[in-house]
């Protein structure tokens, strides 16, 4: 693959989002493009277009014929196969690149420091960008997700990307039930990793929100880490939960020391107009200075 066969926001504006995935460029709602569009002709260029029927449930691609059922992205240096679903997504999440890209950081630095891979918990793991930019940093990931078609499609990208050979433990699991009984079992992680959606379900349809349960969830990541020395990215790209709120939530859940830092940093693209994108927040807590000790 060429690297043109790779990932652009080309614009965003008036409650949507212009972008170049591959060969295919995609119109789709972006509640989070506020601003009017920068380049209001470029538009007329998209493959493809996106609406929802009425509010945030299933709609339809249209020309209803134009897109492939499926094809392949180049990111990252990786690559990922790509679908247009029901829901709009298309099994990218691009604005997540930057906490891939910070996780697999940590991994390594970890590895370096003890000498050994680093263990990873990617929970709401979905397509798999931050398990295959971790697999390739050398950690030895758990991906959790509650799909099954999701966790088959991550597996897949592994093996587009020459990861399959990689120590990754791939699981269809409620993200919850799954935390609890790692702790159970006294497993500890180097890092977790955790993107959950504002609403979702587990396997057996049981409902997760963000507002009820990202306090406990955190809560009980805590004995998965090793002490002082475990980092964490925590997402939110819910509207009601603000960055204050979110480093407060991660604090208090991870009961963390005064001197840990909760660093929150906003989740956007900038687009080739110049637009630029807002895709939520992200929480990170890197491990303490000096390593061991509660
Ligand atoms: C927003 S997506 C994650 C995006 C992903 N991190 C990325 O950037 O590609 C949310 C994922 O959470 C999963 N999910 C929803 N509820 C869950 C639950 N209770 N336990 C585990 N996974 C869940 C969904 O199947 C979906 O794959």
Not at 167 to 184: G, H, I, K, S, T
Not at 268 to 288: K, M, Q, Y
Request: hydrophobic fraction near 45%; charge should be neutral.
């Amino acid at each position: 693959m060429r690297d043109s066969d790779g990932y652009a926001l080309l614009d965003a504006g008036d409650g949507r989002r212009l972008e170049r995935f591959g060969a295919f460029v995609l119109d789709r709602p972006a509640p989070g493009a506020t601003s009017p569009r920068r380049d209001p002709a470029a538009w007329a260029g998209a493959s493809a277009r996106f609406d929802r029927e009425q509010g945030p449930g299933p709609g339809r691609w249209s020309p209803p014929d134009r897109l492939p059922e499926r094809w392949d992205v180049r990111v990252d240096d990786l690559v990922l196969e790509l679908r247009p679903t029901a829901s709009g997504q298309v099994g990218l999440f691009p604005e997540h690149r930057a906490v891939a890209r910070w996780a697999a950081t940590q991994a390594a630095a970890a590895a370096a420091e003890e000498g050994g891979a680093a263990s990873v918990l990617n929970l709401f793991a979905h397509t798999g960008l931050v398990t295959l930019h971790l697999a390739r940093a050398g950690a030895a990931v758990a991906h959790v997700d509650a799909s099954r078609p999701a966790v088959a499609w991550a597996r897949r990208n592994a093996a587009l990307s020459g990861l399959d050979d990689r120590p990754v433990r791939w699981l269809v699991e409620d993200a919850a039930r799954f935390v609890a009984r790692e702790a159970r079992r006294g497993r500890r992680y180097d890092g977790v990793v955790l993107d959950p959606p504002t609403y979702g379900h587990g396997p057996s349809g049981a409902p997760w929100s963000l507002a009820a349960g990202l306090a406990p969830l955190l809560a009980a990541i805590r004995p998965l880490l090793d002490g002082r020395r475990g980092f964490v990215a925590c997402t939110s790209h819910a509207a009601g939960l603000r960055p204050a709120d979110l480093a407060s939530h991660v604090r208090a859940g991870l009961d963390l020391a005064d001197d840990r830092e909760v660093a929150v940093h906003e989740l956007a693209l900038d687009a080739e107009s110049g637009a630029r994108l807002a895709g939520g927040w992200v929480a990170f807590v890197g491990p303490a200075e000096g390593g061991k000790g509660g």
